[in-house]
């Protein structure tokens, strides 16, 4: 079959699942299947597709026609400056999250410092961190032991095996050394509103990594109070919130003695990180 049919086929049995990105999902599919760019598919779209290669493509078509994340499908995600290997042990990185790793990289332009990742996943957050700051060293907690194997995945894949722990780990029984930053993007979203979530999350991505108990706030409070005990005098906490969380949050941090250092806002205007310090001068 012809590349160029091949596409549009694929393309309209996404359209008829209300799949809004279906002609973009088409081509970076094909694209991951013969390993070259989407601009390639354009140039060269009345190549023929060879029987082996159709088969392939219509089963990942059919795994993004019932809303499993691209990501996934292709198992790999940019994030920061880097390609990401994910699967469904893991949340797929979101653009919103790199405001985090930004204002982070900005404070600690080189510096050599030690770094905890809570919650760890994909490891994108700490990975991206130490791809910018050079001297720096950093461990990556997370309670599932499937995301701490993609984690190690990832280390590796970015030859940061040197500078990176990974760790399975409870966060409450955490009790390991001393860091000048701690970063972590929890899990935020209220119980009630994980089934408003779209197909792509609430049939794919892990709930652990999205479920923040009743107001969203339980696994939010345990970040900061564990920081408190983990964090080096004068070091940062980086902390990706949800949407609405903001003045919630900055209180817990202000009774639990941190003060807040910035925040960055999302496209929506809506505060997706608090940094914030245990120390009154910094």
């Known amino acids: 079959m012809i590349l160029e049919n091949t596409i549009k086929q694929a393309s309209q049995i996404l359209k008829q699942k209300n799949i809004t990105t279906h002609e973009l999902d088409s081509e970076i599919i094909l694209s991951n299947i013969l390993g070259v760019t989407r601009e390639y598919l354009i140039l060269n779209n009345k190549m023929y597709l060879p029987k082996k290669i159709i088969n392939k493509y219509k089963k990942a078509i059919n795994r993004r026609s019932n809303n499993e994340p691209v990501a996934y499908i292709i198992s790999t995600r940019g994030f920061w400056s880097e390609d990401f290997f994910v699967n469904n042990s893991t949340l797929v990185p ?10 982070v990289v900005d404070l600690f332009k080189n510096k050599q410092i030690n770094i905890l990742d809570i919650g760890t996943g994909s490891g994108c957050i700490l990975l991206s961190i130490l791809k910018e700051l050079n ?59 994980i089934e ?74 809506n505060v997706r990180c608090i940094i914030s310090t245990n120390s009154s001068i910094f």
């Open 94 to 103: 979101r653009p919103e999250t790199e405001l985090l790793v930004h204002r």
């Open 135 to 193: 001297f720096s060293r950093g461990t990556g907690i997370d309670i599932s032991a499937k995301a701490i194997k993609i984690s190690k995945i990832n280390s590796h894949r970015l030859n940061l095996k040197n500078r990176s722990k990974f760790k399975v780990f409870d966060l409450e029984k955490y009790n390991v050394g001393k860091y000048d930053l701690i970063v972590s993007n929890p899990p935020y979203i209220p119980s009630k509103d």
């Open 196 to 269: 408003k979530l779209s197909k792509d999350i609430i049939n794919h991505e892990p709930r652990i990594a999205l479920d923040g108990g009743i107001d969203g706030l339980d696994l939010i409070k345990k970040v900061i109070y564990k920081s408190h005990k983990l964090l080096k005098q004068d070091g940062l906490l980086a902390l990706e919130i949800g949407f609405g969380q903001y003045h919630k949050v900055a209180n817990i941090l202000r009774c639990s003695g941190f003060r807040e250092v910035s925040k960055e806002y999302d496209y929506r205007e």
